[in-house]
């Protein structure tokens, strides 16, 4: 009897291990296998089909920006480009890096180690010939994949296979960072266009007059102090949102993008042409200043003291290196119009 047991149990084991090698867990290769069909299917203009396969692999790997970033750019394809902005928003959020590094965790292995993807999807020469499979069914079994990666301690390169191991990114590449950027400027633009011009074009009349003009505290070409007089004339009681400057211009050079923000990095020749299509000029250097010094001879046109929730400019929340830490305007770039 228990010669009997100890048979049919080494008969189970055997085809327990039989059936690993046969047909691996899917586990780690999963979020790969469905990124790279998503690929695949991308390069044959099966869009719908890619996105799927995209969204799938997300739901596996959430934080996964290779996945985000291939998602983004089937959405925008297809035109849905709120989602392409909230994939693309969350990956302009994560860390930037220089390398491509990955902590990987290996099947079996205690414990993951650093490396850096070189090739995710490497398909050695002879694989899939020698698969038992092919004997089976008679049909060829799919190339096994690996993950060629160079581990940063050991300082050497080695194969993987992507059902035995699991990646985890430590943050963007560079690279990545400024494609994604670039896509993120592409999808702004389309989404002012949807929204069609809003905000305000009223412009204000001043009376004209003279004033002082200059600043002998300022540069050199601000002296000396010199009264100016000018004739009464008229000008846009705000700046020129994006909204306004797209549809007019067809184009939107800014860095911060939104509808309702100021048009910003414009030349003065297309400043010039956005005024001419819209029948007016842009005002002098003296009809500036003395707008916006609106009839006052202080530092500033509420006083002489500085006072961060007048004005908008580089405070704590700014992202350049010249911001004052100590002052906020509630506002990281530039405030809306």
């Known amino acids: 009897m228990m010669g009997r047991t100890f048979v049919i149990f080494k008969k189970t084991l055997c085809f327990l291990v039989f059936s690993i090698f046969m ?52 959405k925008f394809q297809l035109k849905k480009y709120k989602e392409t902005k909230l994939l693309v928003d969350q990956i302009l959020a994560m860390k930037v ?29 002879d694989s899939g010939r020698n698969n038992m499979r092919n004997y ?9 994949l690996y993950y060629r990666l160079f581990n940063m301690k050991a300082g050497k390169m080695f194969l993987v296979k992507h059902d035995a191991a699991k990646i985890e990114y430590r943050g963007v590449p560079s690279r990545v960072h400024a494609y994604v950027k670039e896509l993120h400027a592409k999808v702004e633009n389309q989404l002012i266009s949807m929204a069609g011009t809003k905000g305000s074009s009223e412009m204000v009349e001043l009376k004209g007059g003279c004033f002082k003009m200059g600043s002998d505290n300022g540069a050199e070409s601000e002296r000396p102090i010199h009264e100016v007089c000018l004739k009464p004339f008229k000008m846009d009681k705000y700046e020129v949102n994006q909204s306004f400057f797209q549809a007019t211009m067809g184009h939107n050079p800014s ?66 290196n010249i ?15």
């Open 255 to 320: 860095m911060f993008k939104g509808a309702d923000l100021p048009a910003e990095m414009v030349t003065w020749h297309e400043a010039a042409e956005y005024c001419e299509k819209n029948n007016k000029r842009l005002p002098t250097e003296a009809e500036w200043e003395y707008a916006a010094r609106g009839g006052t001879s202080s530092d500033f046109y509420w006083g002489s003291k500085f006072d961060a929730s007048k004005t908008n400019f580089c405070d704590s929340t700014c992202i350049l």
């Open 23 to 74: 047909f691996p867990i899917a586990g780690f290769a999963s979020v790969v296998d469905e990124t790279l069909k998503g690929d695949a299917d991308l390069k044959i203009d099966r869009i719908t089909d890619a996105e799927n396969h995209y969204a799938k692999a997300l739901q596996m790997d959430p934080g996964n920006w290779r996945v985000m970033r291939s998602l983004a750019e089937v």
């Open 136 to 144: 089976v069914d008679g049909k060829v079994a799919k190339p096994i």
């Open 97 to 125: 890096i220089k390398r491509n590094t990955v902590l990987v965790t290996v099947e079996g292995e205690p414990e993951p180690f650093e490396a850096e993807i070189v090739d995710e999807s490497v398909v050695l020469p």
């Open 323 to 337: 911001r004052n830490r100590s002052l906020s305007d509630k506002f990281p770039n530039t405030a809306p119009v």
